[in-house]
């Protein structure tokens, strides 16, 4: 497994904040929380919301049902808690990412908010490392470097909070061109541990 450790010099000597860059299925690697690329019916689904639910187990869809019935389903833009079921982590973060039609209907403040709600999720449950898939960036259609550059904007800003409790980011690209796409942004080189500004 290649992993890239992208510190900002402020992050890593002020505080030990980091983002991690590591590719493959994201439900084998241990966390605080995991992040999934859910629809608005939280209804379950293919790529990586199967993937999580196949290895989660039935538990999670039990919790997503009563939030359901209770709340309708999610809004676009937003994102529901629940347990991890049998995963190698406490919660998950179930987003609902926008559909990419052009660009031009809301998508970039749509998708840059399930990203915001994930982490305030965090926030609210004193998480300390929380991974993301590579949110509507599959069914969904968005482009993956737009929707990349988006994820990163918004992880860096958190970080870059001072009274924040997660520790660690960890972005989980799936395959090789989704990587290269993120380490591009990151400016990282693989297998390095490198500062960025
Ligand atoms: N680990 C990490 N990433 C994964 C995994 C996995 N195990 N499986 C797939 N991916 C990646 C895909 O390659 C893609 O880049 O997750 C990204 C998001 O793709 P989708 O899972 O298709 O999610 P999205 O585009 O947001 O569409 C959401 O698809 O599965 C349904 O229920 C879901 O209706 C919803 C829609």
Request: hydrophobic share 40%; proline share 4%.
């Amino acid at each position: 497994m290649i992993m890239i450790v992208v510190d900002s010099m402020d992050w890593t000597s002020a505080t030990g904040r980091k983002i991690v860059l590591q590719e493959g299925d994201i439900t084998r690697i241990a966390v605080g929380a995991m992040a999934n690329a859910a629809n608005s019916a939280l209804a379950g689904g293919g790529g990586v919301d199967g993937a999580i639910h196949r290895a989660g187990g039935p538990a999670i869809m039990r919790e997503l049902d009563a939030i359901r019935a209770r709340e309708g389903g999610c809004s676009t833009g937003s994102a529901v808690a629940t347990g991890a079921g049998i995963l190698p982590a406490t919660y998950v973060f179930h987003a609902v990412g926008p559909v990419y039609r052009d660009g031009r209907h809301g998508e970039p403040e749509l998708l840059a908010g399930c990203y915001r709600k994930c982490l305030a999720l965090a926030e609210e449950r004193a998480v300390r490392t929380i991974s993301f898939p590579a949110i509507s960036t599959g069914v969904y259609g968005y482009p993956q470097k737009e929707a990349a550059e988006i994820a990163i904007r918004e992880v860096r800003r958190h970080l870059e909070r001072s009274d924040t409790t997660v520790e660690q980011v960890i972005f989980v690209p799936f395959g090789q061109s989704a990587y290269e796409v993120y380490r591009e942004i990151l400016g990282g080189r693989a297998g390095r541990t490198i500062t960025c500004s």
